[in-house]
């Protein structure tokens, strides 16, 4: 592994993950090019600010839980190949209900160079810590609709405010929102703004 990228599991323990593109549950219906094993990795900066957000969130009675952080740019790559091919329809529904593969992109959806690729960047929710059980947040993990947005009038108030936890502690702990993915933060002081790594972990 590159230097200052480390799994998160041993970098910040106790934090849960399901790495959602090492497995067949993810939008592209397969595992993705890249994700040797289902572990998170990030540089170290990364994961200090996730340990961050993890006390912060613990005082709230929340864990978080994350579904993806470093992606290779080979998997990016991959999403690009996977959005020419013809609709089999076997992911729209839950991922991708109301556009087609191609305007994932122009959506803003999916990016041909992922802030992911540079390690600072993590996809996550909350859970309630005394029931292991996720916040309800109006929508999925990867659900490219304008219902993800974080100014999405179709959520319910319970989900608006789960949505507005979530993003008060990551700013708080030095994290950026992206306005269209409410599970999508990007550490602010990264530290490889310019870098689009292509390692496999």
């Given at each position: 592994?590159?230097?200052?990228?480390?799994f998160?599991?041993?970098?910040a323990?106790?934090?849960?993950?399901?790495?959602?593109y090492?497995?067949?549950?993810?939008?592209?219906?397969?595992?993705?090019?890249?994700?040797l094993?289902?572990?998170?990795?990030?540089t170290?900066?990364?994961?200090?600010?996730?340990?961050?957000a993890?006390?912060?969130?613990?005082?709230?009675?929340?864990?978080?839980?994350?579904?993806?952080?470093?992606?290779?740019?080979?998997?990016?790559?991959?999403?690009?190949?996977w959005?020419r091919?013809?609709?089999?329809?076997?992911?729209?529904?839950?991922?991708?209900?109301?556009?087609s593969?191609?305007?994932?992109?122009?959506?803003?959806?999916?990016?041909?160079?992922?802030?992911?690729?540079?390690?600072?960047?993590v996809?996550?929710?909350?859970?309630?810590l005394?029931?292991?059980?996720?916040?309800?947040?109006?929508?999925?993990?990867?659900?490219?609709?304008?219902?993800?947005?974080h100014?999405?009038?179709?959520?319910?108030?319970?989900?608006?405010?789960?949505?507005?936890q979530?993003?008060s502690?990551?700013e708080?702990?030095g994290?950026?929102a992206?306005?269209?993915?409410?599970?999508?933060?990007?550490?602010?002081?990264?530290?490889?703004?310019?870098?689009?790594?292509?390692?496999?972990?």
């Amino acid at each position: 592994m590159k230097n200052d990228f480390v799994f998160l599991d041993e970098a910040a323990p106790g934090i849960r993950w399901d790495a959602k593109y090492a497995t067949w549950d993810n939008f592209t219906g397969k595992p993705v090019e890249g994700y040797l094993t289902n572990r998170i990795v990030g540089t170290k900066a990364l994961c200090a600010g996730l340990e961050r957000a993890q006390e912060k969130a613990a005082t709230l009675g929340f864990g978080l839980l994350l579904w993806d952080g470093y992606r290779p740019q080979r998997a990016v790559d991959s999403f690009l190949r996977w959005s020419r091919q013809p609709e089999d329809g076997r992911t729209k529904l839950r991922h991708y209900p109301n556009i087609s593969k191609t305007e994932m992109f122009e959506r803003g959806y999916v990016a041909a160079k992922s802030g992911h690729s540079r390690g600072s960047t993590v996809d996550l929710t909350l859970y309630r810590l005394s029931t292991g059980e996720l916040l309800p947040m109006g929508g999925g993990h990867d659900l490219m609709d304008s219902v993800s947005h974080h100014d999405a009038p179709e959520v319910t108030p319970a989900q608006a405010e789960n949505r507005r936890q979530l993003r008060s502690i990551m700013e708080d702990c030095g994290f950026a929102a992206y306005q269209y993915e409410w599970w999508h933060y990007t550490l602010r002081d990264e530290p490889f703004p310019d870098t689009y790594f292509d390692f496999v972990a």
